[in-house]
C-alpha cells in the first residue's frame, strides 16, 4: 500500500546568520535582517518522509502557514523531493502563537483528508517552544510520539519508531494515523538537479498573479498560465482562513493567548570560579549548596 | 552557509560573462527538449538560470559538507581485503550527497536520465568538488566514462549503461596504462580475442587504474593479433566480475581517497565498444582529452583550496607584531599565487568554451542533416582550437596548483610542514595533477604543432579587436608587442626544421603562447568589470618579463643541451 504523509514545515529567520539588528525597537523581529530559511529540523522530518515514501512508497505533500513568500520553502521541499505542497496564507493567521497556529494547521490537516503520518520539526528556531507538533496531534485527536530518530517499522496499521529521550532511547508503537515530532538525526538530501528544473516554475496562484500585473515583466493572461502549470502539476496550492473552515475567533491574534509583553536580551556573563574537589566532602558540599539555593530538590 | 560557489567571485564573473548561447542552444537543440521533458530549459536564460542553481546547490554540498570530511577521508582512505575495494564511509557519504543532487551525469542527454549540461557547467562542478576534496573528483569525474560510451558506443549500449550512470548506481573506471605502457600507450598489450561465437574476451594487466574496483570498465585492448602499434587497439566495455581481479591498491603520495588498483584479466568477458582499431586513435584521445580538462579543473580547485587557507593563515599569524600578510615577501607572493589562479581559470573557462562549440558542432556534422560548408569550417575551427587549447590549459593549471600548493606550505612556514594543517595535503594531492592523463611534458608535445601553426590566431585577433578600459591602453600595447615576437619566434622555430631543437624548446613557445592568450583574456574581462583592471595590469606586468626570458632562450638557436646533455648528465 502506499502511505501518505503529511510533512509541515516552516520559513524561519536564519538565527544563525544575523546581519544587522535582529530586533526593532518595539520587540518585535526585524525580518528584513534576518534571511529566511527552512527550519532545520522541519528539514529532518521531511528527510523521514523521503526516506519512509524510498522504503515503503508514500505520497509526501509538505504544508506551511506563512505570507506569500512562504512559498520558497515549499519549493524547497518539491526540489528535494515532496510530491505536493499547500500553503496556508491568510492575512487572518498573522501573529498566531502556538495554539492558533496548531489549530489552523489542524483545519488545513482536514482539509487534506486522510493521511496516515504527520510529521513535523520538533521546534523552529524563531520560538523554540516544541509546542506546535503535540498540539496539532492533540486537536486532531491522533496519536504523537516526539523527538523521533529513526522509523524501524511501518506497516498497514501501525507505526514503530525510536525516539530520544534523557540519557537514552526508547523504541515506541503506535497505530496509525499518528503525529511524529522529530530531531536532527537525519541528514537531509540536498535538492535535485532535475528536480530544481522542474519545480522552479511551481508557483502559488497569487504570485502568478502578482507577476502578471507587472507593468514591465507582466504578460496580462494570468488565467492561461495558471491553467498551464495546472496541467503540469505545477501550481501551489493556497488555502485561506475560510477555505480550511477555520474559526475566526480561533487564528491569528484573535485565537492567540499569548501576548508579548517585552522582549530582553539577556547577556550571561561569567561569574566567579569555584574549585570543587572531587571527593565525597566536596561533592556534598555542592549538592548541600544547590538545595540551599534551589537548584536542586 | 559556506558555498564553494558564491564564495568565489571570479567563478561567478567567469560563467556570467562566458556567453554559451550558441553551444548551448545547439545542445538543446534549439530548445525543443522542453516539450519532452519537464526538466529541459525552454530558451538560454531558463538554461542559465538552471546552471546557477544547480551549481549552488553543489556550491553548498561541497563546502558544507564534503570539505569537512575531507581530512578524515585523507588520513583513512580506502580499505582493500580479499581481493575487494572499500571506500571509506564518509567517501560513500559523498557520493550519496552527489547523486541525490542529481549530478552524477550532468553532460549525458535528457533521454538518458542526465541534465544534458555543458561542458564548461560540469567543468565548474568539478572544480568545486576538488577544492572540497580532490580525491573525491576522481570518482566523480568518472561519470566521463558514459559520456565516451554515449559518444562512441551503440544505442543498446548507452541504454544499458546511461541511465545508471546518471542514478549513480554505477561508477566507471577507464583501464588504459599498463605495466610497461604509460605515455606510451600505442605498446598496450592486453589481449582482446573472439570465441567462435564471435564474444569478446579479454586477458591481461592494468596497472594503476583510477577507482580500478569500478562496476564499469572501458578498456583499451589488442584487437588484432600480431600488430604492435596504436591501430592494433580498441576499446571495451567490461562489467566488474570474479575473472576480474584487483591485485592491489597502491600507496600514493597524494588523493588517498581514490582507490588506485592493478587489475588481472583472466578471460574478461567484454563488448566491444564502436569499431575495432580505432580504440586508440579515436575514442581513448577523445576520452583522455575530456578528462585533460577534468585534470586542470581538479588541479585550479586544490589551488583555490591551497590559497585560501594561505591568505587566511597569513591574515593570521602574527610575527613582529603584525599580521604576516602586511609584509611585502608574503603579499607579494599572494597576490602571484592568486593571478596564478585567474590565469588557469580564465584560459580553463576559454577551453571549455571551444569544447562545447567543439562538441556542439561534430554532433550536428554526426547527424548529418543540412551540413553546410560553413558548419563543417566551424567544426573543424572549433576541433583545431581545442585540441590545441585542451594541452595549454592541462599544462598550465596543473603547475600553478604545484606551485600554489608549495607557496602555501612555505606561507604557513614550519607549521605547514606539518599534519595538523590542510596544507601538506594540498601539496600531496596537486602533485599527481601534472603527471596523469599525460605528464606536462606531453602537453607540450600534444600543444606544440597547433602553436607552430598558429591556431590560436583567429581567436587572438578577436581579443586584439576589443577595446580596453583607457588606463590599460598602454599596456594593451605592450601584449600586441609581446604577441608580434610570439610569432617571431614560432616563425624561427618553424624555420629552423630541426625538430631536436623544436622539442628543447617547445615548452618555452607554449607557454609564451599562453602568456600572450591569457593576457589578452584578462584585458577582455577588465572592460567588463572595474575590479579587473588591477588583476588584468597585474597578470601582464608579471607576464613580460616572464615572455622575455623564454624569447631569448628561443631566439638564441643555442644547441649545446643537444650536444652537452650526455656529458653534463654523466659527470
Known sequence: MSYTVLVFVKQVPDTQNITGEAMKADGTVNRAALPAIFNPEDLNALELALQLKDRYGAKVVVGTMGPPAAADVLRDALFRGADEALLLTDRAFAGADTLATSYALSCAAKKVGKVDLILCGRQAIDGDTAQVGPQLAEKLKMPQICYVEEVLELAENKIVARRAIEGGYEILESPLPCLLTVIDSNDPRPPAAKRIMKYKRAMTKSEINKKVSDPYTGNADADAEIKALEAKGLIIAELTAEAVNADPARIGMAGSPTKVKAIQSVVLAGGEAKKIEPTTEGINALIHELIADHTLG | MANFYTDNRDLVFTLKNLDLEEAVTMKEENFRFAKEFENAPVDYADACDNYDRVLKVVGEICAERIAPRSRQVDEEGPHFENGVVTYHPLTVQNLKDLTQADVMGVVLPHRYGGLNFPATIYTAITEMVSRADASLQNLVGLQDIAETICEFGSEEQRQAYLPRFAKGEIDGSMDLTEPDSGSDLQSVRLRAYQDKDGNWFLNGMKRFITNGCAKCHLVLARSEEGTTDGRGLSMFIAEACPQLVVRRIEHKLGIHGVATAELQYNDVPAQLCGQRRRGLTRYVMSLMNGARVAISAQALGIAEAAYFEAKKYASEREQFKKSIDNFPAIYDMLSSMKMKILASRALLYETTRAVDLRNAYNALVEKGEN?????????????????????????????????????????????????????????????????????????????????????????????????????????????????????????????????????????????????????????????????????????????????????????????????????????
Request: proline share 3%.
Open chain 2, 371 to 571: 551540413v553546410t560548408d560553413e558548419i563543417r569550417a566551424k567544426q573543424k575551427y572549433y576541433n583545431k582550437v581545442a585540441a590545441v587549447l585542451t594541452p595549454m590549459c592541462k599544462a598550465q593549471a596543473t603547475e600553478v596548483a604545484n606551485s600554489v600548493a608549495y607557496d602555501t606550505i612555505q606561507i604557513h612556514g614550519g607549521t605547514g610542514y606539518m599534519k595538523d594543517f590542510n596544507a601538506e595535503r594540498f601539496y600531496r594531492d596537486a602533485r599527481i595533477t601534472n603527471i596523469y592523463e599525460g605528464t606536462t611534458q606531453l602537453q607540450i608535445v600534444a600543444a606544440i604543432g597547433g602553436v607552430q601553426q598558429r591556431d590560436n590566431d583567429p581567436r587572438i585577433k578577436e581579443l586584439i579587436a576589443l577595446v580596453p578600459p583607457a588606463e590599460l591602453a598602454e599596456i594593451k600595447a605592450s601584449v600586441v608587442k609581446m604577441y608580434e615576437k610570439h610569432l617571431k619566434e614560432v616563425e624561427f622555430v618553424n624555420g629552423l626544421h630541426d625538430p631536436e631543437y623544436r622539442d628543447l624548446v617547445a615548452r618555452a613557445l607554449v607557454e609564451n603562447e599562453t602568456y600572450v592568450f591569457v593576457s589578452l583574456l584578462m584585458l577582455r574581462d577588465a572592460a567588463k568589470e572595474d575590479d579587473r583592471v588591477v588583476l588584468a595590469k597585474r597578470y601582464i606586468l608579471d607576464a613580460i618579463p616572464e615572455f622575455e626570458k623564454r624569447y631569448i632562450r628561443i631566439m638564441s638557436g643555442e644547441h649545446s643541451v643537444v650536444a652537452d646533455h650526455s656529458a653534463v648528465i654523466n659527470y
